[in-house]
């Protein structure tokens, strides 16, 4: 058990520039989650995966943000047309029954 | 839909002091509970969890927290805190429903000094 992998650590891109984010789930966990955390706040819930299927996404910000879990293994969270609002810590999670491990997040910074 | 309010978003205590961090869920059916700890520039690790059985849970560092369903709380506590306490804690809960997502609270943040 590795735990929950993401990638990058930080990342610093031009307002408008496209970022995409991996996730490497714990191996067998089949349902993974995608979380925003901004300064001060909790995290909030973005999309869910259950294997390759996404059965939630009516969360996610806007249009600009999709994400993707093509061989149900590792997930990738893609925003395009950053904007300074997107700035904040995005968390992977995977779960198996009741527990739920996050990865450590990736910083994005929009400047 | 759930959601869940922590009372109190920052808590300052002294060392060997108790403290209790509050938390109210509210949701139309059956919950899973829990409490997440984040240390500075770490991510999220599982505090305790309440899914079933006892409605007292503790973890292995002194917290412990009741699940109170007439109350739709599950505050927790600990009756003497540590400097390396000194945390964000955030209450979530997800229904019985296979694959439902955690949701959060905005957190507390318990500073404890000497």
């Known amino acids: 058990d590795t735990g929950v992998s993401q990638n990058p650590r930080h990342k610093i891109t031009k307002r408008g520039q496209n970022v995409t984010f991996r996730c490497d789930p714990i191996s067998e966990h089949n349902r993974l989650y995608w979380y925003r955390q901004t300064l001060g706040q909790g995290p909030e819930f973005l999309t869910y995966f259950q294997n390759e299927a996404q059965l939630e996404k009516s969360r996610l910000l806007s249009d600009r943000f999709s994400a993707e879990r093509p061989k149900g293994s590792f997930s990738t969270l893609e925003i395009q047309r950053t904007e300074q609002g997107d700035s904040a810590m995005y968390l992977c999670a995977s779960r198996r029954t009741e527990s739920y491990t996050f990865g450590s997040g990736t910083r994005l910074t929009v400047v | 839909a759930q959601s869940v309010t922590q009372l109190d978003s920052q808590v300052p205590v002294f060392e060997e002091a108790p403290v209790e961090l509050r938390c109210n869920y509210s949701s139309s059916v059956s919950v899973y509970l829990f409490w997440y700890v984040q240390y500075p520039n770490q991510g999220l690790q599982l505090l305790l969890k309440y899914l079933s059985g006892s409605t007292l849970v503790e973890s292995i560092n002194g917290f412990e927290a009741e699940f109170n369903k007439s109350q739709t709380s599950f505050h927790l506590r600990k009756p003497s805190v540590h400097i390396s306490d000194t945390a964000e804690y955030f209450c979530?809960?997800?229904?019985?429903?296979?694959?439902?997502?955690?949701?959060f609270g905005k957190g507390t943040t318990l500073s404890v000094s000497s």
């Open positions: 979530a809960v997800s229904d019985h429903q296979a694959g439902t997502a955690l949701i």
